[in-house]
């Protein structure tokens, strides 16, 4: 193993490039307004305040051709009094009946456009992203980790507004000092950048020159000077909320909890206030979490949780301070979805009984506080009360209530500390979950859970290269049925038989373990890249108490090397290619997966774009393919992918990605395809259609473990399992501040099961040598319960029986919404969401199962209307 690691360390060290220029950072110096004049925020720049300060300008082209100059110059002038700073821009444009002036809601940066990012803080690594389309759309983001991160959930109170006139197009914009954070020195400096995007020419180019191969984005702005006597704002916002929503569904007759239709009105209210310049409380009584638009329908056929993305506005906003992601892309100490998830317990009822089990915990309330101080000590720290969660069961008219969810507190804290002049930092992680009175009936749940961790991250000459690390620790408390259940979940696998590194303790009543990191990389200068690095996660290590982990138990070594072109290149506007390699072991030395990776990467001169590759596995054991059985062997793989785009300029526009992966001696195939048509027919309008469809047949699906003779038997069997799905788009923009959207998503994942198997010898080299077929005679299939009872020894004696596994998931969500922001920040939703989910006949085709799965089938209706109202003080 070790010299696996070493080949590509020494393969670089004897590479030889260039390293990237220093560039002069340019300096623009603003004036405060001491008369009372300001500037009427109209986008014509006419006023005479603006002649306080000079014209910044000289702007370079940064895409597709750095360092060159563009089709058209811009130029701008900076102002600002005790409660705002004033941004005026000019867009030069010979052809001023051309630009482009498409609508959308907030946050869509489409058309022309101009955008203004403020480093405040002066840290080099974040910023404030101010963008302005030409159609008066306002866009903003928060930048965190020097570029790597844009947040878009960020929405400030600001104004903009645009003019487009003989010499191009102008935009004023009026950013208040309460929506920045900033320190309290007498004269400060402002990290700074303003950038324009030249629609048609695809052309991007800024005031402050960023070369194509610097190693970050933040740390290359130039600077902000003329900033004095800034006062502090003492930031003070309460935004109260009403929901009133109205659910109909189809009624279910003897059920008394399910009568056709729920009426519900809920309030709450919102504040954010400034403890000081840069640091922000934020609070939330009774919040309102729903969401606009619904997950996307998915079925997990592995036994593993699946990951959806957070869309709830108290929890994303700033949420890049307390992200503590680690390992896979996935894995994070800190998953604000567990916080009001669906209640974990559920009530043991008979077949006369009723249950009312509410969807989700209610939140009781949560507070955040974060932020950044100048010393660079940035702070995040949450906390959250989740209520007491009932479900009412009703026994032939008599009701009753069971605890299925317990009173709950969790907590955030994250601390980091930039230092070497911003180029490095070190910082730290703790979070915990506390459950009180667990009730005997939910004993499977932890008492207390605590995580932790410490990271880092050094850069040298000029942040091309880096060194970063981290390292996390958790401890869980329970029951013993509690620790238990953890140790066999598919984390953790400690029943596994063939592992003799973990086994199962049902003794324990706490459970605690280890994880880590290491990387070195090179990220800026010429046009090389790479990584070197190693993480591992130890088989006790857990976290699913309020963060997402998949699985543990490895140790993964990787190496990346990666080519990026600088400037245009032939046919191509930009070009790239990469190779990955990695090994993974457990913590018992067995080598789980090898693979090996190639990609290429480009956008063509006339903005079509692809990507393409390819890979092959030839180690693949999976410990959790059996679900609690031994480590199994996948048969070597191949895979190639290919994703292509049209010009995403074109109001017609298309894209395609494609996937197929295949194992040795046909084990399995993965065929995945997704498409994408977009119309806009008009600045105001758009459409989008993107259908995927999947196929995944494989020779040892996972059916259920049983017994024969006394010892673990592991059925699995071949499936066809196929998905069909589309999501369906349409935007349209009355104005920059009324909108309306749909979104909707016809589903349906269908298997089928055949050729079922028992499995012999789970790591035989051959694929034919794991595995022993039931024969007819051995296995056959009740006609009146729909079982399939099994004689294996052939002896007239039943050994063993499952249900049928044929499944037909037929699902259909839609939301349509109109959003109005009736005065800046101040917002209201109308909302009509609907859903359908059946399980169909499995024998029915895709399409016939998703005909008759949507169409004739009584939907559940949400009506909700939303009204929030923005006060800052």
């Known amino acids: ?17 260039l390293e990237a220029q220093i560039i002069e950072k340019k300096k623009y110096t603003t004036m405060a307004i001491e008369d009372g004049r300001t500037p009427v925020i109209d986008g014509t720049m006419d006023d005479p305040v603006w002649d306080l300060v000079e014209w910044g300008g000289d702007f370079i082209e940064v895409r597709p051709d750095e360092n060159t100059p563009p089709s058209f110059q811009t130029k701008f002038k900076i102002i600002y009094d005790a409660k705002y700073i004033y941004f005026g821009i000019r867009a030069f444009d010979a052809a001023p009946d051309s630009i482009v002036r498409r609508m959308g809601r907030r946050d869509t940066f489409d058309g022309d456009w101009v955008e203004v ?32 991160d844009w947040d878009s959930s960020w929405n400030p109170i600001w104004v903009t507004k645009t003019q487009i006139d003989d010499e191009g197009w102008t935009a004023e914009i009026r950013i208040p000092l309460s929506q920045l954070r900033f320190n309290a020195d007498k004269e400060q400096v402002w990290g700074l950048q303003v950038l324009r995007r030249y629609f048609r020419n695809e052309e991007r180019s800024v005031w402050q020159r960023i070369p194509q191969d610097a190693p970050g984005w933040v740390s290359e702005f130039g600077e902000l000077h003329g900033l004095k006597n800034l006062t502090p704002q003492n930031q003070l916002e309460i935004q109260p909320f009403t929901v009133t929503q109205l659910k109909t569904y189809e009624k279910e007759e003897g059920n008394p909890f399910r009568d056709g239709n729920d009426f519900k009105l809920n309030g709450g209210v919102d504040a954010k206030i400034g403890v000081t310049n840069d640091l922000t409380l934020d609070l939330t009584v009774n919040p309102d979490f729903g969401q606009v638009e619904a997950d996307p329908s998915a079925i997990a056929l592995d036994g593993f949780q699946i990951f959806f993305q957070e869309r709830r506005p108290f929890f994303v906003e700033n949420k890049n301070i307390f992200d503590y992601r680690f390992s896979h892309a996935s894995d994070n100490l800190f998953y604000s979805r567990r916080i009001g998830r669906t209640p974990q317990g559920y009530p043991n009822v008979t077949g006369d009984q009723y249950v009312d089990r ?81 009730p005997d009936q939910l004993n499977f749940l932890h008492t207390d859970a605590y ?28 029951s013993r049925e509690a620790i238990a259940a953890t140790q066999n979940t598919l984390t953790h696998l400690f029943q596994r038989t063939d592992a003799g ?52 138990d490895e140790f993964r070594q990787y190496n990346t090397v990666a080519y990026e072109s600088t400037r245009q290149m032939g046919k191509f506007r930009r ?56 480590r199994f062997k996948l048969s070597r793989e191949n895979f190639v992918w290919f994703i292509a785009n049209t010009d995403l300029r074109k109001k017609l526009r298309f894209s395609a990605d494609l996937l197929y992966s295949e194992g040795k001696q046909g084990h399995f195939t993965i065929f995945e395809f997704t498409g994408g048509i977009t119309y806009q027919p008009s600045n105001a ?47 349209y923009t009355i104005n920059p501040n009324l909108t309306i959207q749909y979104y909707g998503q016809p ?19 051959s694929l034919f040598d794991r595995y022993q077929l039931l024969e007819e005679g051995q296995i056959t299939k009740q006609s009146d319960t729909g079982m399939y009872v099994v004689d294996e020894n052939l002896d007239g004696t039943i050994d063993y029986s499952f249900d049928d596994p044929d499944f037909s998931l037929v699902e259909f969500r839609s939301n349509l919404v109109v959003r109005w922001e009736y005065i800046p920040g101040s917002e209201l939703f109308l909302v009509w969401s609907q859903g359908i989910s059946n399980f169909m006949d499995p024998a029915d085709s895709l399409t016939r199962g998703l005909e008759s799965g949507i169409f004739g089938q009584k939907p559940e209706n949400i009506f909700l209307m939303k009204l929030t109202y923005r006060l800052a003080l």
Not at 1 to 17: D, E, N, R
Not at 418 to 423: H, Y
Request: aromatic share 14%; proline share 3%; no cysteine.
């Open 1 to 17: 193993m070790g010299k696996i690691f070493l080949w590509p360390a020494l393969l670089l060290a004897s590479i030889q490039v």
């Open 117 to 148: 990012e403020i480093d405040s803080y002066h840290d080099l690594r974040t910023a404030f992203s101010f963008t302005a389309t030409v159609a008066g759309v306002r866009g903003d983001e928060f930048i965190s980790n020097n570029g790597e």
């Open 358 to 438: 509410p969807g989700n915990t209610t939140i009781l309330g949560a507070a955040k506080f974060s932020g950044k101080t100048k010393e660079g000590w940035s702070i995040g720290v949450m906390e959250s009360l989740t209520a007491k969660e009932y479900a009412e069961i009703d026994t032939n008219g008599e009701r009753s209530e069971e605890l299925v969810e317990p009173l709950t507190n969790y907590f955030v804290g994250r601390l980091q500390k930039d230092f070497n002049n911003n180029n490095s930092y070190i910082g730290g992680i703790v979070t915990a979950t506390n459950r009180f009175d667990v």
């Open 451 to 478: 995580s932790g961790g410490l990271d880092f991250k050094h850069q040298w000459n000029n942040r091309n290269y880096y060194l970063m690390g981290y390292s996390i620790f958790s401890k869980v408390k329970g």
């Open 501 to 552: 590194h973990v086994e199962v303790d049902s003794t324990r009543t706490s459970l605690a373990g280890t994880g880590g990191k290491l990387e070195y990389g090179k990220v800026g200068g010429g046009n090389l890249r790479y990584t070197i690095g190693a993480f591992w996660k130890s088989p006790e290590l857990e976290i699913n108490d309020i963060g997402f982990l998949r699985q543990t």
């Open 575 to 630: 070009i790239g290619a990469n190779f990955n390699y990695f090994n993974s072991f457990d913590f018992e030395g067995n080598r789980n997966r090898m693979q090996y990776q190639f990609g290429a990467d480009g956008t063509f001169l006339n903005n079509w774009g692809f990507d393409v590759g390819g890979g092959h596995i030839p180690i693949n054991y999976r410990t959790a393919h059996l679900q609690g059985g031994p």
């Open 685 to 731: 309008l758009s459409v989008s259609f993107s259908p995927q469809y999947a196929r995944y047949p494989h020779k040892t699906q996972y059916v259920t473990e049983t017994q024969f003779n006394g010892m673990p038997r592991y059925v699995t069997s071949e499936i066809d399992n196929k998905t069909l799905s589309a999501a369906i788009r349409v935007n």
């Open 747 to 765: 589903f349906i994942a269908r298997g089928r099961y055949s050729h079922f198997n028992y499995i012999t010898n789970p790591v035989a080299e």
